[in-house]
């Protein structure tokens, strides 16, 4: 019995690792607030709002102290920017895309999709440099590996209880 439960408990953890591991971060930097950008910001959410948990979606304003330093802090000019694991240029169809401005202009939704198809089947070459999202600017939700880990942990911890007050009868 004790042996069956320590086998199911590392299955889910191994699962749970890999569910994290597929996840997408896109991070919008940019005017979001101003109504000519509405229509970009919508296109955006309605791109990444069929992917679920598998994609985290963080709008940072320009117009905040906050998201002026960010955009310095990663050499950002546009009046909107869209990251993908920490990067706007993406390779889409052996074409480089830059995801800035307007969605229409540079870049569409269909291109958006692409790139976070690629981004999930591990396709995309890695970001220039980490991403760093503030924690003020994020959206509700927080970290899950944090709460995987904290499972796990947990879990570990009530399996020994109960493997040593089985032991101990």
Do not use: R
């Not at 269909?110 to 999930?120: F, R």
């Amino acid at each position: 019995m004790n042996k069956l439960l320590i086998a199911t408990l590392l299955v889910c953890l191994i699962q749970a690792a890999s569910a994290e591991q597929a996840k997408v971060d896109v991070v919008v930097v940019g005017m979001i607030s101003h109504g000519p950008m509405q229509p970009t910001v919508n296109a955006i959410k309605e791109v990444v709002a069929p992917y679920g948990d598998n994609v985290s979606l963080t709008l940072i304003d320009l117009n905040t102290a906050e998201g002026s330093a960010y955009a310095q802090d990663h050499g950002l000019s546009a009046h909107l920017n869209l990251l993908i694991n920490g990067d706007y240029k993406q390779n889409i169809n052996g074409k480089e895309v830059e995801f800035q401005w307007f969605e229409g202009q540079q870049w569409t939704k269909a291109d958006l999709n692409v790139a976070i198809q690629n981004a999930l089947n591990g396709n995309q070459s890695s970001p220039k440099q980490p991403l760093k999202i503030p924690s003020s600017g994020s959206q509700p939700g927080g970290n899950s590996s944090t709460w995987v880990i904290l499972a796990a942990i947990i879990a570990v911890v009530v399996v020994a209880l109960v493997i040593k007050a089985k032991a101990g009868k």
